[in-house]
């Protein structure tokens, strides 16, 4: 899924005989977010054909582009974060750069900000001005802590909703401190939360003929994605304690060193499959014990279990273990890291990383398109742009002049 590397005046693909409009082709999505949750969701959209605008500071930046490690002056994270977008940029603190955002959001369906509550009412590019502009405009906001509550004004990023949904107090070992992903864990399940969100508001506009207001709280999606954890406290008082890599729900569950010094992981989720486990590693009595036959009795029985799989797994080889689970239908994954990951055979049957076109650094490999279409597919137009590279196409698109697009960079707006 992927295609020439874009100029300066790069737009989409045009669909053709051999290839449908993508699904979301004809949408424009103004993207004026930061860190993480926000791009990431336009990313996502621009990846099935929406034409993506990133709005950025003209002096500052999305930080993204300065995240993590850098090929030549060019960060990498931005490379798969600014795909399929053209990069503008505009000082909405100013009167030329505020003129010229209502302008583009008369012509635009979304747009994603995740500007502290309050931030573009005081810039004069709230719901009421936005909305005059546009009355079907999507106004997509992504925030900590959402648009109103004790904490709305509280800067907010990822790792403080990964503390605060709980999910910090459950991960760990059980005598160990709670622990933090060493990613964007919230951020990422926010930007598909917030994907789903504008796809629905875009539904409800072709109900009723009118835009709506998105209110994102980044501490949301991750307590979702984290289960019946408040829905237990409230019915039984029960709080989910810290259990490593074991589970409350079922065992064995648990990563497994091999006698070749590698890890497997191995999840018995399904009766069935803990059947299938316990036979293989020849403990099948311990089938016939009574708190077996539900996940419930077999987690408080996970020292005896992770024993029997553990010792098994410590008199083979990873080759010889996949083998032995794979012959007996048993879930077993060997744990990666990214060298593994690029290799697999899966992934690349998948086409899970694929490969891109960069005028910047030459050929990339990232993460493909999130899901195969069989009709419309998504695609990978180009990886992120440099800073403002496409300001003045995307500016004379709206019909200013070379001479008014120069007076505007010397306000600063640009």
């Known amino acids: 899924m992927t295609a020439p590397a874009a100029d300066s005046s790069t737009a989409p693909q045009q669909p053709g005989p051999d290839r449908p409009a993508p699904p979301l082709a004809g949408l424009r999505v103004l993207d004026l977010a930061t860190l993480f949750a926000g791009p990431l ?12 605008i990133k709005v950025e500071h003209p002096r500052r930046p999305d930080p993204s582009r300065g995240h993590g490690p850098a090929k030549d002056g060019v960060g990498l994270w931005w490379k798969l974060l600014g795909r399929n977008k053209r990069t503008i940029t505009l000082d909405l603190a100013t009167p030329g750069g505020r003129d010229l955002l209502l302008g583009l959001a008369a012509g635009a369906d979304v747009i994603i900000e995740n500007f502290r509550p309050g931030t573009l009412e005081k810039w004069g590019l709230g719901w009421d001005e936005l909305s005059t502009a546009n009355p079907r405009l999507v106004l997509t906001r992504v925030t900590g802590f959402g648009q109103f509550g004790p904490y709305s004004h509280r800067p907010g990023f990822g790792t403080l909703a990964e503390a605060m949904s709980g999910f910090a107090a459950v991960t760990g070992e059980p005598d160990g401190p709670p622990t933090l992903p060493p990613f964007g864990l919230a951020d990422s399940i926010a930007a598909l939360a917030t994907a789903y969100a504008v796809m629905t508001a875009l539904n409800g506009r072709a109900v009723t003929g009118r835009g709506q207001v998105v209110d994102l709280a980044i501490i949301e ?29 079922n065992a064995p569950r648990n990563t497994y060193r091999t006698a070749d010094g590698s890890w497997l992981a191995v999840s018995t989720s399904a009766q069935s499959i803990a059947e299938r486990v316990m036979c293989l590693v020849g403990r099948p009595e311990l089938i016939e014990e009574p708190w077996f036959t539900t996940g419930s009795g077999r987690a408080d029985h996970a020292d005896l279990l992770d024993a029997a799989v553990g010792d098994w797994m410590a008199r083979h080889t990873r080759e010889e273990a996949m083998a032995a689970f794979e012959k007996a239908e048993a879930a077993v994954a060997p744990v990666y890291d990214i060298r593994e990951v690029m290799t697999d055979p899966q992934y690349r049957a998948l086409d899970t990383v694929t490969e891109v076109p960069d005028p910047e650094l030459g050929p990339l490999r990232m993460q493909n398109v999130l899901f195969r279409l069989s009709e419309t597919p998504g695609s990978i137009r180009w990886a992120g742009r440099p800073h403002g590279a496409d300001t003045d196409t995307v500016l004379a698109e709206l019909g200013l002049s070379r001479a008014e697009i120069a007076a505007l960079r010397s306000a600063g707006a640009l």
Not at 238 to 243: F, G, L
């Open 41 to 52: 969701a336009a990313t996502m959209l621009g990846d099935f054909g929406a034409e993506v």
């Open 221 to 249: 999606p991750i307590l979702t994605v984290l289960g019946p954890g408040p829905l237990w406290y409230d019915q039984l008082g029960y709080v989910q304690p810290r259990t490593g890599n074991r589970s409350r729900n």
